[in-house]
């Protein structure tokens, strides 16, 4: 800057004198000083000049002589607080202590109180304004001396006298409770006037602890050292804390569940708008953790198991008693332990009944099912009738499920927030109930709700309605655990349907089939897929079979048609599909005879398939066919006259092949079962069924049988029925066995033993697919790896596991590790 | 007059008479008084608004004006122009300032300050601190 080269040229001029002063010592300034102070406190200040006293402090700062200034301030002040200031509180306190000793009623206290309240909210309000106003003038002294010997400023000093001198001092001469105690004292006295329901003074109370914020327990002022921390808040906590836990137990006593919620939600709030309004924000997380605590923590369990509790509210449908349960529970608990406990147990209790019902239900009709079986073929309709039993109990049985599940929803939509840990726990339940011990059924009755609305159920219904069956259905689904228990149900259910053309709409079964593979992965539909692949491909052999008889240009008016389905052994559960009693029967499928003309059909049907396919073996299944066949009675009279009757017959394939044996007979000749049964080779059991389904029920009597009896013996004798009468031009004969229908108890052992095989071969394929890629593992982890493989399909037990392991090793897939701490394995290629 | 209403403009007074009538926002930039006119602290120069300072004189306390008015002026502005401060008055201007607490200035005086105490000519500084 250029100007610093002329700086020579001006002289400054040494400041005057007279700028610091010449008032002489501190000896006569301070003297006046105090005068003046004192008319500060006594609200006189208007007749006192500020820069006077400013300029006073201010020289007297200059002449180094803040020191003697500000423990003058100290002592003056100290002085003024115990003469004036004190004696003034004291006085209050004293009338108060009169009145004690005389016995006051609540109404006498409280105004004392509050009298008290306003006598220290004004001293301390007047203190506190004057000495902002000394602190002014002494702002000199605050900036200068201060700063530089790092002692409070005149202020702060000026408030930690206040506290020192009054508060801390006792309210009666001699004793050993303080003003300051006193106080809180008052203010929790007149806090517990407002908990029980009467007006207080909100603004005077918030004044003293207004003070009480601006006042330090040290002169260092930091925050946490605030009186207010550290004097007052425990106490009111503690205090609250007495109150809330008589509080809880009171109402506990006196009111429901539904009731004490509504009450503990009032109080967090009523605590949190005093905070606001009469306390301090301070002690709103406080206060509110201490009412959370007596109120919601140390009762909440008993409230949920109380006879109005949880257990009631989900009864009645009570969702606002059930919701305020759950808000007040995750304000101490966000994982809402006790609720999920109590919603639990419900859920599992209720489960658990529907199960009972579901398996009383089968038992009741169980017990005539198994007289039925030991009386063999003799009762065998009320054995299927009780089938039919089971399965209505197996329809109530998911109903039941779903209902209890569509309430459940609700209540954890409407009440619960939609919360996911609740969910989980609600899912659980559902899983456990459904696959508990004590009831095996789960995945049958699922697989029979379906197939039953496969069947019936969806029978006009709108496709969105059928888009909410079948959501039904795989909810439930998802609840099972032995999900390869369900596949071997459904595939057998889905076998009938698909053989026998019960679906509704084929549309819909693959619907299904493409929401569980959604759902349970690729591996678990293949078969199921399958099936529907071969039906397809059933159908194309069956017109290739038409043409292909066409052009042999066998034209023959008795021909007979062909309809074929070709099954892939391993995919169908044909063993399931009632081959089991032939299995016991003749050790192996045994051959049926067929007659002439039926052989020929399936000579050409092997020849043709034959050439489609070279080196399939075909297989046939003559119990699960079905034919029609064009009968003509003999005239009998009628009302029309005398005419030959014609019916259509709709039969399985045995009772075809018996029926065709007749056709060749004179009409009065008679057959023997036995006769029957070396010409036709049928299986006896099933050939007892169909004579039964021919000659005792009643529409269908087609054959006569000598003597006539409901049973079908060896030693009968059978003869065709002449006089068939039938209202309709087309019959169809009962086919025993059709339906699908809860299992027997032989059944269901079978199910389950074939079952635990083909889980013995997953498991054994799991153990290898983990040691082939492992070399080596522990038994531990071995375990570990083919449960969590396993996870998807079903929950093998470990003892089973053990077994697969034990079997691989004597069959040298495996071998044991010596020489190792734990058990372990190794693979051997 | 009123502590409820403020007069737009209050008087400062020199040691030797001179009344500088200015107006209240720009005076009290200074701390000092702004505590003598606070109307919350009940002195004299708060009912009256008439502030007498007796050691200051006429030729600073206008200069002390006519900065406290420059630097209502120039509150938020960044780069502002110097204020043309004679240098025989800078000593006596900068220990008014120091009594009247000019927030403003008090960086500077202490940092003038220092340079004083080192004997080394402050004038530069005090030239160039606006």
Known sequence: MSLTSNRTKHRVKPPRKGLQGDAGGFEQMWPELRDAFGEVHKKCASKLSYEQLYRKGYTLVLKKMGIQLYDGIKESESVWLKAEVLGEIRAVLAAGQFQTSSGRSENEQRIYGEEFLRIMKNTYNDYMTSMSMIADVLMYLDRVFCKDHRCPTVFSMAMGLFRKIVLEESAYPNDPVNVLRHLTDIILFQIQLERSGEIIDKSLIRQCVYMLEGLYVTDQEREEDRLYVNAFEPHFLDTSREFYKSEAERMLFESDAGAYCRIVRKRINEEQDRCRSTLSDLTTEKIVRVVENELIKNQIGNIIASPSGVRHMIDNDLFDELELIYELESRIDKRKGELKKALQKKIVEAGMEVNNAAIAASQASAAPAQAGEGGESSSRAPAEKSGSNQTVAALTWVDDVLKLKDKYDLIWQRSFDQDQDLQTALTRSFSDFINSATFPRGSEYISLFIDENMKKGIKGKSEAEIDQLLDKAITLLRYVLDKDMFERYYKKHLCRRLLMNKSVSNDVEKQMISRMKIELGNSFTVKLEAMFKDMTISEELTSGYKNFIHNMGATDPTRVDLSISVLTSMTWPLESMGGAIENSDSGGRSKCKFPPTIERVRQNFERFYSEKHSGRQLTWLSNMGTADIKAIFPKVQTKEGYKERKHELNVSTYAMVVLLLFNDLPADQRLSFETIHAETNIPKADLVRTLQSLAVSPKTRILVKEPMSRDVKPTDHFCFNEGFKSPFVKVKVGVVMAGNKVENERERRETEQKNEASRGFVIEAAIVRIMKQRKELSHQQLIAEVLSQMAAQFKPEVAMIKKRVESLIEREYLERLDGQDLPAYRYLA | ?130
């Not at chain 2, 701390?31 to 004299?44: E, H, V």
């Not at chain 2, 009594?99 to 940092?111: D, G, I, V």
């Open chain 2, 1 to 130: 007059m009123s502590e409820e209403k403020q007069t737009e403009y209050v008087t400062l007074v020199s040691c030797d008479g001179f009344e500088f009538k200015i107006k209240r926002s720009a005076a009290i930039l200074a701390g000092a008084i702004k505590n003598m006119l606070d109307p919350n602290s009940r002195f004299q120069e708060g009912l009256t608004g008439r502030c007498e300072f007796e050691n200051i004189n006429g030729l600073v306390l206008d200069k002390v004006c006519e900065y406290l008015y420059y630097n209502e002026k120039h509150k938020d502005a960044k780069d502002m122009p110097d204020l043309d401060i004679p240098p025989e008055l800078c000593l006596e201007l900068l220990m008014a300032a120091d009594y009247l607490n000019e927030r403003e200035r008090e960086k500077e005086t202490n940092s003038m300050r220092r340079r004083y105490d080192k004997g080394r000519d402050f004038l530069a500084t005090f030239w160039r601190f606006r």
